[in-house]
């Protein structure tokens, strides 16, 4: 995912990313019946949440940064955009570790959190974008 961020186009981030991610979710649904049911997170386990938790916000964020742009603010999804490409790598080593610590249920919590706050974010703002738009 992190690759997505050295193209310039937000349109291809956007089709990269979310090719990344249901490729992620074909290959889980492939290996799923192959590996043993355990009653705990391994390590495995870990990484896999915390790669799809981190390709979901690529996603989003990539959505953000296209939205920023179709508004009119291209200077303000340029800014994010420099400030992320050196960040990503620590972003993803924190999230991982974070990820590793938490038990199954903190990491369901989690992952509900970041789908609602990223429909909140979304949503709120579709609202913002309405109301700064001239009457016809």
Not at 39 to 52: C, K, P, Q
Not at 57 to 78: D, M, P, Q, S
Not at 103 to 130: D, H, L, P, Y
């Amino acid at each position: 995912a992190w690759v997505t961020f050295f193209l310039a186009d937000y349109t291809r981030r956007i089709e990269v990313t979310a090719a990344n991610l249901l490729a992620f979710i074909a290959f889980n649904f492939t290996v799923s019946d192959d590996l043993p049911h355990l009653g705990y997170l391994t390590l495995m386990d870990a990484i896999m949440i915390s790669i799809f938790v981190q390709s979901v916000l690529v996603v989003v964020f990539n959505v953000y940064l296209k939205r920023l742009e179709a508004t009119g603010r291209k200077a303000l999804a340029e800014r994010l955009d420099r400030f992320t490409l050196p960040a990503f790598p620590a972003v993803y080593i924190a999230l991982g570790a974070c990820i590793s610590a938490m038990t199954e249920n903190q990491i369901v919590a989690f992952m509900v959190a970041v789908v609602c706050s990223a429909a909140i974010c979304f949503v709120g703002f579709q609202r913002s974008n309405r109301t700064r738009q001239a009457p016809l």
